[in-house]
T-cell receptor
Framework: QQKVQQSPESLTVSEGAMASLNCTFS??????FRWYRQHSAKGLEVLVS????GEKEEGRFTAHLNRANLHVSLHIREPQPSDSAVYLC????????????FGAGTRLKVIA | EAAVTQSPRSKVAVTGGKVTLSCHQT?????MYWYRQDTGHGLRLIHY???????EKGDIPDGYKASRPSQENFSLILELASLSQTAVYFC?????????????FGSGTRLTVL
């Protein structure tokens, strides 16, 4: 079954610097990928959905998908302290029914 | 905006006791899901449902039951809670069972089994 690995486990960046998060998956069967953000004691909110190779931008959040390299990344432009959260990558899996496999997350801290 | 609400927000249970986690959605979505989140692990699917009065097993269903009495409500039941079931539980809903659909999550229930 598809496995999703995220790196780094944690990341600290200064306010205004670019933050880059990575996600690698174990096989090329997934159709689409999503990045979610999880603030403490809150649910997950979807940031970017990407369905084809290349780039997808949603405000300050940009996802890059490279299926050949089994890799999807998230770049956060001008991160703010309010962006401090856990970021989860999810890959779709079709096993007759669709479902989603999640990575363990990257904990991002943005310092002022 | 999609709305999924979970109750309780947190719960402490004793080993061997019965625990019921509740989820309510106002999105008019057909699909509902229960995930658990453990430190160092991603979300793992426990049960899901695509229609009222029917539930399906996810990837880690052992030790859990689910109930979907209506389109809006989806419960997760631990008949005999165990220490290993200490985790954060998330409910989610989606319009369709499709890889193109976004999951809308509740705020989670933190369950501690002592």
């Amino acid at each position: 079954q598809q496995k999703v690995q995220q790196s780094p486990e944690s990341l600290t960046v200064s306010e205004g610097a670019m933050a880059s998060l990575n996600c690698t998956f174990s096989d090329g069967t997934s159709n689409n990928f999503r990045w979610y953000r999880q603030h403490s004691a809150k649910g997950l909110e979807v940031l970017v959905s990407i369905f084809s190779d290349g780039e997808k931008e949603e405000g300050r959040f940009t996802a890059h998908l490279n299926r050949a390299n089994l890799h999807v990344s998230l770049h956060i432009r001008e991160p703010q302290p309010s962006d401090s959260a856990v970021y989860l990558c999810a890959a779709s899996v079709n096993t007759g029914n669709y479902k989603y496999v999640f990575g363990a997350g990257t904990r991002l801290k943005v310092i002022a | 905006e999609a709305a999924v609400t979970q109750s309780p927000r947190s719960k402490v249970a004793v080993t061997g006791g019965k625990v019921t986690l509740s989820c309510h959605q106002t999105n008019n979505h057909d699909y509902m899901y229960w995930y658990r989140q453990d430190t160092g692990h991603g979300l793992r699917l426990i049960h899901y449902s695509y229609v009222a009065d029917s539930t399906e097993k996810g990837d880690i269903p052992d030790g859990y039951k689910a109930s979907r009495p209506s389109q809006e409500n989806f419960s997760l039941i631990l008949e005999l809670a165990s220490l290993s079931q200490t985790a954060v539980y998330f409910c989610a809903s989606s319009d369709k069972w499709s890889s193109a659909e976004t999951l809308y999550f509740g705020s989670g229930t933190r369950l501690t089994v002592l």
